[in-house]
């Protein structure tokens, strides 16, 4: 799937966790931003 998308957006419990821009983007950093506990919505160019 991370192949396929330009962007990839995590939510949890309804809410959106992080917004990433998917530029070589990996699953280690998308289940990163999923883990996070911060409670703001993150915008990444990575």
Known sequence: M????DRV?????GKLKAN???HNLTQEQ????ALRSEHH???QSV
């Open 2 to 5: 991370l192949g396929l998308s």
């Open 9 to 13: 957006l995590v939510m949890h419990e």
């Open 20 to 22: 990433l821009i998917n």
């Open 30 to 33: 998308v289940m990163e931003a």
């Open 41 to 43: 919505v993150e915008k």
